[in-house]
Nanobody, 116 residues
Framework: QVQLVESGGGLVQAGGSLRLSCAASGSIFSINAMGWYRQAPGKQRELVASITSGGTTTYADSVKGRFTISRDNAKSTVYLQMNSLKPEDTAVYYC??????????WGQGTQVTVSS
């Protein structure tokens, strides 16, 4: 089993930056991909960014050029660097991991609030 622990959310003014971290533990060798979803009040959860075990990254159009996903294999940690934050980025951000033949694994979520 894989467990995920997130950190790094908070309150920031528009134009500011935050970095989210997601530390994986357990059967980390089985992870195919990790990334981040977010869910704003009254909206569906949406994919923000992902990174595969091979290092391929994908981003939602709304965050391209502002957010960067990266990973530190030695620390089994994935990061989401968020720059030029906008009020519409306000949401609960959830880290996730994909492993073969198992449902998606979620972190506990971390609140990001961007004030205008």
């Amino acid at each position: 089993q894989v467990q995920l622990v997130e950190s790094g959310g908070g309150l920031v003014q528009a134009g500011g930056s935050l970095r989210l971290s997601c530390a994986a533990s357990g059967s980390i060798f089985s992870i195919n991909a990790m990334g981040w979803y977010r869910q704003a009040p009254g909206k569906q959860r949406e994919l923000v960014a992902s990174i595969t075990s091979g290092g391929t990254t994908t981003y939602a159009d709304s965050v391209k050029g502002r957010f960067t996903i990266s990973r530190d294999n030695a620390k089994s940690t994935v990061y989401l660097q968020m720059n030029s934050l906008k009020p519409e980025d306000t949401a609960v951000y959830y880290c996730y991991a994909l492993t073969p033949l198992r449902p998606i694994i979620w972190g506990q979520g971390t609140q990001v609030t961007v004030s205008s």
